[in-house]
């Protein structure tokens, strides 16, 4: 396969492997709302509503302090950021090419089996019985033609005559 032709199919293969991808996490979805009742409960039980107001007024009196360390922290974090970004962007470049993988190894298989070899054998074999039809069909009509024109000359020469 060409360099051009694996360009080209790599979006298809990845989009194939995310598809399986995605299969896989349908999957996985009844277990995860089985548990999901029990994980807002415990997260109910660490919130205690009675202590809210409290916490309320505190914010209110400590909001400057808070504000100046939110500029420092801003700071520092735009450099993780940027870090983050940077793993970010390979971890994504690797994740589409491990998509692409996969969904050329389904592609793969899929045309490896035997039904897809029997479908393939099954389409040439009845595009040649297609090309014979058509050109018997083709020959009918050019035999059909010709029959009609010699009818039409013999007839007009009869008449002439």
Known sequence: ????????????????????????KARELPQRVTTL???LKSLNEKIDLRELPKQIQSLGTSVPDRAGKLVDRSRKLTDK??????????RASKNYTDLSKRG????TKVRKSAPSKR???QTKSARARIK???????????A???????????ATSEQAS
């Open 104 to 107: 050329e190894k389904l592609v």
């Open 81 to 90: 950021t940027q870090k983050r970004l940077s793993k970010l962007t390979k």
């Open 144 to 154: 059909n033609i010709e029959a009609v024109s010699s009818a039409v000359d013999k």
């Open 37 to 39: 009742p029990g994980t």
């Open 132 to 142: 014979a039809a058509a050109t018997s069909v083709r020959k009918a009509a050019e």
């Open 1 to 24: 396969m060409s360099t051009a032709t694996k360009k080209a199919t790599k979006p298809l293969y990845a989009a194939i492997g995310a598809g399986t991808t995605a299969l896989e």
């Open 119 to 121: 479908a393939a054998a």
